[in-house]
């Protein structure tokens, strides 16, 4: 319970704060905080599944609240990162920094796209999808650079609210039978 | 068997959630302009003085750099004179700032005295999460009288419209965001066209060649065609037309009035146009000035 709180506020409080960040660089400067959340759970989230689900959806969420794309938008990319997150983190080996970054880069290209073709196929009047090559290759590049950092953040503070790690050892001594 | 159990279960789950995102994708597309839900708005309502807190300590670096700047170019000067220019800098830093100010409000006034529309000034807290959209959180919500479909500007022309509220906060989609769409004219031939957002902070001016005089340095404003924005607001000026004269609609790039980059301070027209009284239902008719608000049908288009 204390993990999905814990990462309830970081979803709710991170974007905020990328959202002050980004008065003062250019746009696409900042690292996304919300994907690289919730690659960070796709890759390490120890509890239930069902949990961080919801909890990507609630880092989406919280994301098209302080967005401008239609409330929902964010949230379905957010699973959809969550989901292939966890899918490639059980067949490949994703723990060294050079994976984590080819990972989040090649997440944040695809969720770019994702968020292009429902931002077309909703409101088309709105013009054609996400241009941009260049934009895209940076902020992929600067979401891989931040990306081994935060998952490393984020395993942190996830081993630490274990909640296992604060149960006390029960110790059992042997019976002793009398003569 | 359990193990399976539990995969189709998370697997409806996620197909369940999924669902729902794109159901409130289309209920949101058909209802843009509703003022935010308890919660919604709560989320917004901490955003700003969570942004506030975080982007005071970076203001105060960035003004101590600019300053201590200002020092380096005072040193380089005559050594006689260094401490006397020194005190004139430090005064001339505060004067400079009240003649910013003043300028700034004069024009407003002027801008105001144009329109004759109740403007009110608010903080831009903080941009878009998302490095795909450009929109921007301001802090003045609904307890100020800031709703939906309020056009926002500054002493430089047009910045955007209000596309969501919620208490003490509202959510401004900026003219350089792609679903912005502005009805524009040429000042000087009074040619009409689209201003829509482009990628990055430029824009693009869409117009119908046959009667159009556009040329590279041409001032475009609102033409208050459309009932969105009051006529005559300075949008940007054209740097480039491109295409041929054989093509019916040609475009031109257009550069932005206002510095986005350097957003600080704002202010929202507490009056919306006729369109946007159509397309946004309130909760107080008489913050709108509309007596008949009526159910909202889609994203505001201007």
Not at chain 2, 16 to 34: N, P
Not at chain 2, 128 to 138: I, P
Not at chain 2, 151 to 159: A, K, W
Request: charged share 20%; glycine share 10%; with cysteine.
């Amino acid at each position: 319970m204390k993990r999905v709180v814990a990462i309830a506020l970081l979803a709710l409080f991170a974007p905020m704060v990328q959202g002050a960040l980004a008065l003062f660089a250019p746009a696409g400067w900042i690292p996304d905080a919300a994907l690289l959340l919730v690659v960070a759970l796709g890759l390490g989230w120890p509890g239930s599944l069902l949990a961080a689900l919801l909890l990507s959806v609630w880092v989406g969420l919280v994301s098209d609240l302080l967005s401008g794309s239609l409330i929902g938008q964010h949230a379905l990319i957010s699973l959809c990162a969550f989901g292939s997150a966890r899918v490639l983190s059980m067949h490949f080996n994703l723990h060294s920094v050079p994976t984590q970054m080819a990972l989040v880069a090649g997440l944040t290209a695809g969720s770019a796209l994702a968020l292009g073709a429902l931002t077309a196929f909703f409101l088309p009047e709105a013009g054609p999808g996400l241009s941009g090559g260049l934009a895209l290759l940076r902020h992929s590049a600067v979401n891989a650079v931040a990306a081994p950092l935060a998952i490393a953040a984020v395993g942190g503070l996830l081993a630490r609210l274990d909640e296992d790690s604060g149960r006390r050892v029960l110790r059992l001594e042997p019976r002793r039978l009398s003569p | 068997m359990t193990d399976n159990r539990s995969r189709i279960a998370i697997a409806l789950v996620s197909v369940a959630l999924a669902g729902a995102a794109l159901v409130s994708m289309l209920v949101d597309r058909r209802s843009a302009g509703h003022e935010f839900s308890w919660w919604s708005g709560a989320v917004l309502d901490l955003a700003v003085p969570v942004q506030k807190m975080v982007a005071a300590p970076i203001d105060f670096v960035r003004d101590a750099v600019r300053d201590y700047m200002a020092v380096l170019d005072v040193r380089d000067q005559n050594a006689e004179l260094r401490h006397r220019l020194a005190a004139a800098e430090e005064e001339n830093l505060q004067l400079r700032e009240a003649l910013v100010a003043g300028g700034r409000l004069a024009r407003i006034a002027e801008m105001r005295d144009d329109f004759e529309v109740p403007m009110l000034p608010a903080e831009l807290v903080g941009l878009d999460v998302s490095a795909w959209f450009r929109s921007g959180l301001v802090d003045r919500g609904r307890q100020h009288g800031v709703f939906s479909g309020m056009p926002v500007i500054n002493e430089q022309g047009l910045v955007g419209l209000v596309t969501a509220t919620s208490r003490t906060a509202a959510k401004v989609m900026l003219l350089i965001d792609r679903q912005s769409a502005v009805d524009a004219m040429v000042q000087r031939s009074r040619s009409r066209g689209i201003v829509r957002g482009a990628h990055g902070d430029d824009l693009i001016f869409e117009f119908v060649v046959r009667d159009a005089d556009v040329q590279p340095g041409d001032v475009l404003v609102t033409s208050g065609i459309g009932g969105v924005y009051p006529k005559g607001l300075r949008v940007g000026e054209v740097t480039e037309v491109s295409g041929s004269d054989s093509k019916m609609l040609r475009t031109a790039a257009v550069r932005p009035a206002v510095d986005f980059g350097r957003l600080e301070q704002v202010f929202v027209m507490l009056r919306r146009g006729p369109t946007m009284d159509l397309l946004y239902a309130t909760e107080d008719g008489d913050a709108a000035d509309s007596a008949d608000a009526r159910q909202p049908a889609g994203r505001p288009r201007s």
